[in-house]
């Protein structure tokens, strides 16, 4: 902590720039309601090209256009007034909360919003959180997952909006814990075995939003616990496996219960493992394990579905849309079969089915999908053909026909043969003598 005040120190120019920009703005009317200062940060990348988290980061100031509450600052408006590798050193602190709230103190900001933009298998993945300066903790939590980089333009604004809890947002299904009952979780790192740590770290993200859905429940993800305590002590903390060690950690950061677990691939299979770590007893509440085969995106469905399972969630059921390359293909859904697709979206309950499409001269799919809660699930796959037998292929009964008709042929020349033939041998001799017979 010694080195704490440095980034801090050569950020005064900054501190001061970012000051000067949010208290500018046109005049307003005798005694509105102060509005409220939001610094947004650059998204940080996890896993997915620079360009693409600049690309997002660039659609989280525009849902506070029109809104006269708030007074937006982006990192952006703060590279007008000094070069990015300055800024890049004197906003060093990263994803520290303490750091940032100290930040956005200088610039009296009253909110700070951050995130990630990560990568899981083929999709991509963005997590937001909302930071109140005051007290340097998190105050809400967003999370999406999209396929292509375009579609991030009307994902990220969606999910300010949540944070913010402007009408008309999209909210999802809420979870709740026992009836009046108010839990606090801490939600360590995933350990990464068989998978990248940038996943894991993206994993991890997905699975403290999840928890946040829960009424009832509050959150210290990893990134609050990097604010309370000292890196390398944080790590050394961590290098312990006991629930009994684990436990100081919560009692440290003063909450209920401690989330930790992996999550991993062992060859075609994925496995997500939890365990709940109550602080006050010391114990391991609960487990749960989860495995399945498929791609490397149902990690994301997969780890939604072990955090509710692991707290005794019970979800709602939702809807899966299949669809394939090849019309009246056989749909079975836990072995069931359920006709031939396309078909209408199936309700199924919430979490992981085994899902088996089949057609005639094209190799079975088989895999694993979760479904999540009170949403549709869709499910694509391309199902590829089967190499014929080599009795199905044209040059087999090409040769076989050109065979064919040359033992016809063959057969033809050799009936005509015999014919002159036998007509040789039967044709009668002529007669030229007197009735002598000469004898040798």
């Known amino acids: 902590m010694g080195n704490a005040g440095a980034p801090l120190l050569r950020a005064q120019v900054v501190l001061f720039a970012v000051a000067v920009l949010l208290s500018a703005g046109p005049a307003r009317a005798a005694s509105p309601p102060v509005p409220k200062r939001v610094l947004v940060m650059n998204l940080k990348a996890a896993g997915v090209p620079d360009a693409v988290a600049q690309q997002a980061t660039a659609f989280m100031a525009e849902p506070f256009e029109g809104r006269d ?108 814990l026992a009836a009046g009952q108010a839990v606090s979780f801490a939600v360590l790192d995933l350990v990464p075995t068989g998978v990248s740590e940038q996943v894991a770290t993206n994993l991890t993200q997905v699975l403290s939003v999840e928890i946040k859905r829960i009424q009832g429940a509050s959150v210290i993800s990893r990134d609050d616990i990097r604010a309370m305590m000292a890196l390398e002590e944080d790590k050394a903390r961590l290098g312990c496996d006991e629930a009994s060690c684990l436990a100081e950690i919560g009692g440290a950061l003063g909450v209920d219960k401690l989330i930790v677990g992996t999550v991993g691939k062992l060859s075609e299979s994925y496995l997500v ?71 209408a979206p199936l309700a199924l309950p919430a979490g992981p089915h085994t899902v088996r499409i089949s057609r005639g001269g094209y190799f079975d799919f088989n895999g694993d999908v979760y479904v999540d809660p009170a949403e549709n699930t869709p499910l694509w796959v391309e199902l590829r053909s089967r190499p014929l037998q080599w009795y199905q292929r044209w040059w087999v009964w090409a040769l076989a026909a050109g065979a064919s008709a040359a033992t016809l042929l063959t057969l033809g020349a050799m009936a005509g043969g015999t014919a002159t033939l036998m007509a040789l041998v039967l044709r009668p001799r002529s007669s030229t003598g007197s009735g002598t017979a000469t004898v040798d």
């Open 69 to 176: 509450e708030y007074t937006v600052i982006t990192m952006d408006d703060i590279s007008r007034l000094v070069s990015v590798e300055k800024s890049r050193q004197m906003l060093g602190c990263d994803a520290n909360f303490s750091c940032l709230a100290e930040l956005a103190s200088g610039a009296k900001a009253d909110l700070i919003l951050s995130g990630t933009v990560g990568a899981v298998g083929r999709k991509l993945t963005v997590n937001l959180v909302l930071i109140e300066t005051a007290t340097a903790h998190a105050r809400n939590r967003a999370s999406g997952i999209v396929d292509r980089a375009k579609e991030l333009a009307k994902l990220i604004p969606t999910l300010v909006a949540n944070l913010f809890g402007w009408t008309g947002a999209a909210q999802g299904p809420r979870f709740k």
């Open 273 to 343: 493992s939890l365990r709940l770590i109550s602080v006050k007893t010391v114990k391991v509440e609960s487990r749960i394990s989860e495995s399945f085969t498929g791609s490397e995106d149902q990690l994301i469905r997969a780890i939604r579905h072990a955090g509710r399972k692991l707290l005794g969630i019970e979800a709602p059921q939702g809807t899966l849309a299949v669809s394939t390359s090849v019309e009246g293909a056989e749909l079975r859904i836990n072995e069931q079969l359920k006709g031939k697709l396309p078909m």
